[in-house]
């Protein structure tokens, strides 16, 4: 059942689902029982929110904490850099340098 | 069965490589000329570029140069510089290897040093051509582990298959060899809890916390922007899936750069400096840990990527093993394993670590990595500063 949804849950305690195949703007996913239609494109091995996460509330990816949110995060939504940062060093992209690719 | 090189010591190599070492930068571009009509027939560069005297620098090349893979040893020097060359020389010559050393000062510069080693290394090359194998046992293996180029898929496909494999091999009595203590920074908990006893959880952990410190110093996580690209946000999450690279087997003990695993088991190797922080980054690309699990005496290093690295090394084959399905499609040349295939249901986690071990054991069996195929021997050694492990590092 859970090998027909695009995405992956790893353990029972993560708040975030990882994303095995390509999701597009305005798929419809089925998020715990939930249908909510996707806010953006997720490329493959990104995360999305399981349920709402709140800003402050830390991440938990493999049953494991892997950060902490910096702004409240809706169920479904993408779960990245824009929204958690990390309990030890900064995390630096060049998202900045890519323009429109961004 | 695998077929292997047994040297002096006991140990037995999975190629016969004539290594040619540079002392200095300076002596590069003559290293380089010499290997470069053999670069297809095992015949690989390594050295150092510094010309301060290091004794880590010294140690990883005495034990390169000694290395169950390597049959021969040509070393470069400029003649200035301040390189223990002839402490390495003789350390390699009381292994039995065939060594010799060209002072480019003292032969006459580029031309006849160049022809010199040329010279030299053709005479080695037909001499171990002509040497005989003997049968080698899976438990005489050394195996290390890295992960390059993470996005994602890298902690769900290449890195737990790469686990299963340690397992196996571990089983069967081979020696496993993780490391990057700056990428295990978050599980540090979790993997004390594996450790055969309590005082070598805390060595453990210290070397992570270690690691933390220093790269909180520097500014910066084990961290490139590709790997936020690849959807992993912080150093804690890479860090929870490269940890799934060493698998599921207790660990057995924790060694520095150099150190040769006492006996079968996994072992986690510290490659964060000791000390106040210097010398810059702990290791500054793939390669420098490739090149420091070697010297702990690894056969041959696993490599999962996500991103899509090319990467191979000089001295032990690198099994490149593809996490991404994406990078797998567009990169298939360059891998040795497509680990992807987990994601989309075409392969179990068990299958593919069946793959990569039966492909380890293969290596000894004469077949060559796609890394090999190309002539990737890339090399790299700076400067870094350790004290001698602690006692509680490799219980007996």
């Not at chain 1, 993560?14 to 195949?21: A, C, I, P, Q």
């Not at chain 2, 031309?111 to 046992?137: H, K, Y």
């Not at chain 2, 964060?272 to 041959?300: Q, Y």
């Amino acid at each position: 059942m859970t090998n027909t949804l695009p995405f992956l849950l790893l353990d029972e305690r993560d708040n975030v689902l990882v994303v095995t195949r390509r999701i597009v703007l305005g798929d419809q996913l089925n998020i715990d029982g939930e249908i909510i239609e996707a806010m953006n494109d997720f490329p493959l091995a990104h995360k999305l929110a399981r349920r709402p996460i709140r800003a402050g509330e830390t991440v938990l990816k493999y049953g494991a904490p892997i950060g902490v949110a910096t702004a409240d995060i809706p169920r479904g939504a993408h779960v990245h850099v824009h929204n958690m940062k990390s309990g030890y060093t900064p995390t630096y992209t060049l998202d900045a340098e890519k323009g429109d690719e961004a | 069965m695998m077929q292997g090189y047994l040297r002096s010591d006991g140990r037995k190599g999975i190629r016969n490589i004539v290594a040619v070492g540079y002392l200095v930068e300076c002596a590069h571009h003559v290293a380089r000329e010499i290997a470069m009509p053999h670069r297809e027939e095992d015949v690989h560069v390594i050295g150092f570029p510094g010309c301060y005297p290091n004794d880590y620098a010294q140690r990883m090349m005495d034990r390169l140069c000694t290395h169950p893979n390597v049959g021969a040893v040509l070393l470069v020097s400029l003649g200035c510089e301040s390189f223990n060359k002839y402490g390495l020389e003789r350390a390699v010559r009381a292994t039995g290897r065939p060594v010799k050393t060209i002072t480019i000062q003292a032969t006459g510069g580029t031309r006849s040093s160049i022809a010199e080693g040329r010279a030299w290394v053709a005479e080695q090359r037909a001499v171990l051509d002509e040497m005989q194998t003997v049968p080698m046992d899976v438990s005489e293996l050394v195996v290390g582990t890295v992960c390059g180029g993470s996005d994602g898929t890298s902690g769900i496909t290449g890195n737990p298959a790469a686990g299963r494999a340690f397992d196996r091999l571990v089983a069967a009595g081979a020696a496993c060899i993780f490391e990057e203590t700056g990428e295990l920074i978050g599980c540090e908990h979790i993997m004390a809890s594996r450790a055969i006893n309590p005082a070598l959880g805390q060595e453990l952990e210290a070397s992570v916390a270690k690691a933390a410190r220093y790269y909180a110093t520097l500014g910066y996580g084990s961290f490139a922007a590709g790997n936020a690209d690849g959807g992993l946000s912080t150093i804690e999450e890479k860090s929870m899936g490269a940890y799934a690279k060493s698998g599921s087997s207790p660990i057995s003990g924790m060694i520095k750069p150099g150190d040769v695993p006492p006996k079968g088991g996994l072992y986690l190797l510290d490659v964060v400096p000791d000390g106040e922080v210097r010398f810059g980054f702990p290791n500054i690309n793939d390669n420098a840990e490739i090149a420091e699990l070697i010297a702990c005496g690894a056969h041959a290093v696993y490599f999962v990527t996500g991103r899509g690295s090319v990467v191979g090394s000089a001295v032990s084959p690198v099994i490149k093993i593809c996490a991404n399905p994406e990078t797998y499609r567009r990169m298939a040349d360059d891998m040795d394993v497509d680990a992807g295939r987990i994601l989309d249901g075409r392969a179990t986690l068990d299958q593919v670590g069946q793959e990569i071990y039966d492909l380890t054991l293969s290596l000894g069996q004469g077949k060559r990595t796609r890394s090999e195929d190309l002539c990737h021997q890339e090399f790299i050694l700076t400067y870094k500063s350790f004290e001698p492990l602690g006692p509680s590092c490799l219980p007996h």
